[in-house]
C-alpha cells in the first residue's frame, strides 16, 4: 500500500459494489439533478481513465496540479488519478479572493489549474494575472489537456512521493504550502482504523458525513483515507447548512459525523424537536472546539457523543490527540492522552519545560529514530519557517496545553497570534497586512475575540491618522476594504477605533498587552460590531 492510489484499488477490489461517494440531492442542486452516488468499483474505472489521459499527456512524477474542483465528485476522482502517476495536488478553496488564489498557484508553481465550468472566467483571470501565465483547464474539457514539456522524476511513485500541497494560516503573513506526502494520507488512514473504542469502525459499513472542505487535512486526509481504508462511504456536502443539517444526515444513513465546534453552537439554537434524538443511527462525531458549555447539552439532546481532538495540518496523524474511551472529561476541553507513536514536551515562553501540571507550549515529535515521520515533509519554499518550527528537534505547536497527573491532556489557548474562527486558522499578520495600506489607517493589531458560535472572531484595534474620524460608516468602509483582499471569513467582525496602540522600543506592536487594550475597550462606543457583515461576496 505505497500509495493513496493502491489503497484506493485495494479497497475496490475488496469492497466494488460498496458505496464509496454520496453527494445529497441537497448539496449537489447548484449542478445536478438529484443525489451523486459513486460506488468503489465504478469510481476505480473513471479514475482509471483519467489516468490515461494524464499519462498520455507527460504527467507523473514531478508535476503539480491546482485544483478548483470545490467539494464535488471530481476532485476526488482527479486526486487519485493524479496521485495513481504521483503527481501532486494543490487544492484551491474558491472563496478565496483572486489576490490569494493567484498567491497560491504562483507560490506553489503549479504546471495548470483545473476547475469547473462554474469558475472558469474568474479561474482564467487569476492564471492570467500571474507571470509566467498559467493554463486553465475544464474538468469537462479533457481532451484539451496540455502536453507536459517538464522532464519527469524517474522515481516510482511509493510512500515518500509529494502527494499534495495544502496551505495553512501561520504568524508570518502569507500561507505557508505544506509539502504532504502519500506516507501522510495513508498514516490518516490507519489511524482511523486504530482509534478504537468509540470510535471504532466496521469494514464496510461506515458511511461518515462531512461538511468540511477538500482543501483541508481533515477532509481530505483523515476522513477520505479512514473512509478508504475500512471501505466505507464518504458523504461529501458543499457547507454547513445548519436548517437542514438533521434532515440530511437522516436521508444519508450517515453513521458518523465530522464537525467543528461551530456546529454544536448553531444546532443547540435551533428549536428542539420529536426527532432529535439520533442514538440509533450516529455512534459518535468528531471533531474539536466545541464550547464546553455546549458538549454535555448536545450530547444529551442528540443522543451521541461528541469526541474531541487535536492535530495539526503540520503534525498529522501520528501525534494525534482524541478521546474515545471514558472518562472524556464533557466540558473541560479534554483531547485524550499521548498515544503511543508521540514524544512530547511542554515548555515556557522561555524553552523551558514546565512543572508538571502546569500549561505550556505544546511541543511533539514521533517516538523513535525518525521524529518527523509521518508529518509534513516541510514548507514549500521556506526552509527556515520550517527549520524554526523544528526548533530543538520538536514540532513547535503554538498550542497551550496541560496534563493532568493520570496523563489527560486538556486544551488552554493558542501562544500564536492566531485566530481559529469556524475552524479556519486566520493570521493576525495577514489581516493586519490588508488593512494598513487603508488611507485613514495609521496602525493596527488584530487579536480574536471570544464568539458563541464561531468559537472566536477577528477583532482588530485601529489607529486612525484623523483621530476624529472614527464612526461606524468608517468602520463598515474598513471591513469592505478588507473584503476587497481577503477571503470573507478573515475580515474583521469587530473594529474598534483606539487613540493609541502600545508599542515598544522598536514601534512594534506589543502582543501581549493587546488583549489587555481589548478587553478594555470592548463594548464602548468606538466599538462596531460588523460580524452580521461578514458573508462571502458573490464570485469569491
Known amino acids: 500500500m505505497a500509495t493513496c492510489f493502491t489503497a484506493f484499488e485495494e479497497t475496490a477490489f475488496k469492497f466494488t459494489e460498496n458505496a464509496f461517494l454520496h453527494i445529497p440531492a441537497l448539496a449537489a442542486k447548484a449542478y445536478h439533478e438529484g443525489a451523486v ?6 469510481t476505480l474505472a473513471e479514475v482509471k481513465g483519467l489516468r490515461c489521459i494524464y499519462q498520455e499527456a507527460g504527467y507523473g512524477c514531478g508535476t503539480r496540479v491546482a485544483v478548483m474542483l470545490d467539494n464535488r465528485a471530481e476532485f476526488f476522482l482527479h486526486f487519485f488519478a493524479l496521485n495513481a502517476l504521483g503527481a501532486s495536488i494543490v487544492p484551491v478553496h474558491p472563496e478565496l479572493t483572486p489576490e490569494e488564489q493567484s498567491y497560491l498557484i504562483a507560490h506553489s508553481e503549479v504546471d495548470f489549474l483545473l476547475t469547473l465550468e462554474d469558475f472558469q472566467d474568474r479561474c482564467a483571470a487569476v492564471c492570467q494575472s500571474i507571470v509566467p501565465s498559467v493554463p486553465v483547464v475544464l474538468h469537462s474539457q479533457m481532451d484539451l489537456l496540455p502536453q507536459n514539456t517538464k522532464p519527469l522524476s524517474s522515481a516510482v511513485p511509493g510512500e515518500e512521493t509529494e502527494a499534495a500541497i495544502l496551505y495553512t494560516s501561520g504568524t ?10 502519500n506516507a501522510y494520507f495513508l498514516a490518516w488512514g490507519q489511524w482511523y482504523l486504530d482509534l478504537g473504542g468509540m470510535a471504532t469502525l466496521r469494514p464496510g459499513e461506515e458511511r461518515l458525513i462531512t461538511p468540511l472542505p477538500l482543501n483541508h487535512q481533515n477532509a481530505m486526509a483523515c476522513s477520505l483515507m479512514g473512509m478508504v481504508m475500512s471501505g466505507g462511504c464518504v458523504i461529501q456536502l458543499d457547507r454547513f447548512h445548519s436548517s437542514t443539517w ?3 444526515v437522516r436521508s ?11 456546529m454544536p453552537a448553531m444546532l443547540l439554537n435551533k428549536p428542539k424537536t420529536d426527532a432529535d434524538d439520533f442514538s440509533q443511527q450516529i455512534k459518535f462525531g468528531l471533531g474539536a472546539g466545541v464550547d464546553p458549555k455546549h458538549h454535555a447539552n448536545f450530547e444529551k439532546q442528540f443522543g451521541f457523543p461528541l469526541l474531541e481532538g487535536w492535530a495539526m495540518t503540520e503534525t498529522g496523524s501520528t501525534v494525534c490527540l482524541m478521546t474515545v474511551d471514558e472518562p472524556r472529561f464533557v466540558g473541560e476541553r479534554c483531547l485524550g492522552k499521548a498515544t503511543k507513536t508521540m514524544d512530547y514536551r511542554l515548555v515556557d515562553e522561555k524553552g523551558q519545560d514546565v512543572p508538571a501540571g502546569m500549561p505550556g507550549e505544546l511541543l511533539v515529535r514521533t517516538r523513535g529514530e525518525e521524529p518527523r515521520n509521518y508529518f509534513f515533509r ?48 486566520i493570521a493576525a499578520i495577514e489581516v493586519e497586512a490588508a488593512l494598513l495600506p487603508h488611507e485613514q489607517v495609521a496602525a493596527c493589531a488584530v487579536t480574536a475575540v471570544d464568539d458563541e458560535f464561531r468559537g472566536e472572531e477577528v477583532l482588530v484595534l485601529i489607529q486612525l491618522t484623523d483621530a476624529g474620524a472614527g464612526t461606524r460608516d468608517l ?13 470573507y471569513y478573515k475580515a474583521p467582525g469587530h473594529v474598534i477605533f483606539v487613540e ?9 506592536v506589543k502582543r501581549g498587552e493587546i488583549k489587555v487594550l481589548r478587553d478594555q475597550v470592548f463594548g464602548s462606543p468606538s466599538h462596531y460590531d ?10 469569491n
Open 37 to 42: 452516488d459513486y460506488q468503489y468499483g465504478q
Open 172 to 181: 508570518t503573513g502569507k500561507p505557508k504550502g505544506c509539502i504532504l506526502t
Open 246 to 248: 438533521w434532515d440530511t
Open 252 to 262: 444519508s444513513e450517515a453513521t458518523i459525523l465530522h464537525y467543528l465546534g461551530v
Open 378 to 425: 516541510e514548507y514549500l519554499k521556506n526552509e527556515a519557517a520550517t527549520e524554526e518550527a523544528w526548533q530543538g528537534d520538536y514540532f513547535h505547536t503554538g498550542d497551550v496545553v496541560r496534563v493532568t497527573e493520570d496523563g489527560y491532556f486538556h486544551f488552554v489557548d493558542r501562544r500564536k497570534n492566531v485566530i481559529r474562527r469556524s475552524g479556519e486558522n
Open 475 to 487: 468602520a463598515v468602509e474598513i471591513q469592505n476594504y478588507c473584503l476587497d483582499r481577503l477571503v
Open 500 to 508: 493609541t496602540l502600545p508599542v515598544g522600543s522598536t514601534q512594534k
Open 530 to 539: 460588523l460580524t452580521a457583515l461578514k458573508k462571502p461576496r458573490k464570485g
